[in-house]
Nanobody
Framework: QVQLVESGGGLVQTGGSLRLSCAAS????????MGWFRQAPGKERDFVAA????????YYADSVKGRFTISRDNAKNTVYLQMNSLKSEDTAVYYC???????????????WGQGTQVTVSS
């Protein structure tokens, strides 16, 4: 079992930055590939970024490449999402999730946090 708790969301102006954190419980955090997803009102939950177990390999949705950076600290059982150059279309609830699979498909992620709201205003 892994419990995930996101933090760091909030209101930011267009062009600004936020860093989301996701703290995981348990001693098996490093066994999981971690991902960030987001869901805007009335839309499906979309993949944002993922990172492999060691933190060496990262993967991004085209919409965030060059602006967002995913990282992890296995010693702190935490995964991060640094978001720069934020746009209004980045407004959504952001979720972190854990999987043992090599996938960006949300249904294959086994554990989810409760989400944190990110609102980008112009």
């Amino acid at each position: 079992q892994v419990q995930l708790v996101e933090s760091g969301g909030g209101l930011v102006q267009t062009g600004g930055s936020l860093r989301l954190s996701c703290a995981a419980s348990g001693r098996t955090f490093s066994s999981y590939r971690m991902g960030w997803f987001r869901q805007a009102p009335g839309k499906e939950r979309d993949f944002v970024a993922a990172i492999n177990r060691s933190g060496v390999a990262t993967y991004y949705a085209d919409s965030v490449k060059g602006r967002f950076t995913i990282s992890r600290d296995n010693a702190k059982n935490t995964v991060y999402l640094q978001m720069n150059s934020l746009k209004s279309e980045d407004t959504a609830v952001y979720y972190c999730a854990a999987t043992t699979r090599y996938t960006e498909v949300s249904r294959y992620y086994d554990y989810w946090g409760q989400g944190t709201q990110v609102t980008v205003s112009s």
